[in-house]
Nanobody, 122 residues
Framework: QVQLVESGGGLLQAGGSLRLSCAASGGAFSMYAMGWFRQAPGKEREFVAAISWRGGTTYYADSVKGRFTISRDNAKNTVYLQMNSLKPEDTAVYYC???????????????WGQGTQVTVSS
């Protein structure tokens, strides 16, 4: 059983930057692909970014490509989401998720964190 805890969310103005962290415990972190998803009020959860278990392959939603960067530190059992040039439409609860080996862009992840709120004001 893998436990995931997100941190780093907050309130900031458009154009700013934020780095989210997701700390994992309870499993072999290096064997898990990791993903970030987000859910805005009244909307469905959507894919943001994903990274393969070794970190060699990354995927991004078109809406964040060029602004967000996903990375991982297997020694620290942590995955990060660096968010730059934030926009009001990035406002959402951000969730990290884990699944064995293969990173996917759909919500087919076995484990989920409880989320961290990111609010971007205009």
């Amino acid at each position: 059983q893998v436990q995931l805890v997100e941190s780093g969310g907050g309130l900031l103005q458009a154009g700013g930057s934020l780095r989210l962290s997701c700390a994992a415990s309870g499993g072999a972190f290096s064997m898990y692909a990791m993903g970030w998803f987000r859910q805005a009020p009244g909307k469905e959860r959507e894919f943001v970014a994903a990274i393969s278990w070794r970190g060699g392959t990354t995927y991004y939603a078109d809406s964040v490509k060029g602004r967000f960067t996903i990375s991982r530190d297997n020694a620290k059992n942590t995955v990060y989401l660096q968010m730059n040039s934030l926009k009001p439409e990035d406002t959402a609860v951000y969730y990290c998720a884990a699944r064995r080996i293969v990173a996917v862009t759909t919500p087919e992840y076995a484990y989920w964190g409880q989320g961290t709120q990111v609010t971007v004001s205009s």
